[in-house]
């Protein structure tokens, strides 16, 4: 009977799986860091996609930015109404591509203070700019959706 080498294999074996468990388990548990050392995950980056219209968004977003300032500057109630439609389309046109929505929110507040810089109170010129960027943003608005919409 020749158990002694069958025994040693086996034996050797055992040590050799021990030893890289061991070996393993070290490696999987983290060594303590400094919290300065840490790092924290890369955001995940969404790649953004220009998109065709992107341009006349860029305008539609500083020509409500416009009729904003305008309409609240000549009517006796403020309103909300124009700012709330630009949040609204900055959410669904821009989704998660952070870049493409600080640009819109720029451009609308680029209009919104243009005109604060030229007018402070209600005048016949003031009328007249907020009916015209009225018209340009409807118009704006009604090509984007026959030439590019669904």
Not at 18 to 47: F, I, M, S, Y
Not at 115 to 133: D, G, K, L, N
């Amino acid at each position: 009977m020749t158990f002694g080498p069958t025994i040693i294999r086996l034996s050797v074996t055992t040590v050799l799986l021990a030893t890289a468990t061991a070996a393993a388990a070290q490696k999987t548990a983290a060594p303590p860091q400094d919290k300065t050392q840490e790092q924290a995950p890369a955001p995940a980056v969404v790649e953004e996609k220009p998109t065709p219209y992107d341009q006349r968004l860029i305008r539609l977003a500083e020509v409500l930015g416009s009729v904003h300032y305008l309409r609240n500057l000549c009517v006796k109630e403020p309103e909300d109404v124009w700012r709330r439609s630009m949040q609204e389309l900055i959410d669904k046109e821009t989704a998660n591509e952070e870049k493409r929505r600080e640009r819109m929110t720029a451009a609308f507040n680029r209009g919104y203070r243009t005109f604060a810089s030229v007018y402070t109170t209600c005048t016949q010129p003031a009328i007249v700019a907020e009916q015209r960027y009225r018209a340009e943003g409807a118009t704006l608005a009604s090509e984007i959706v026959a030439r590019f919409g669904n």
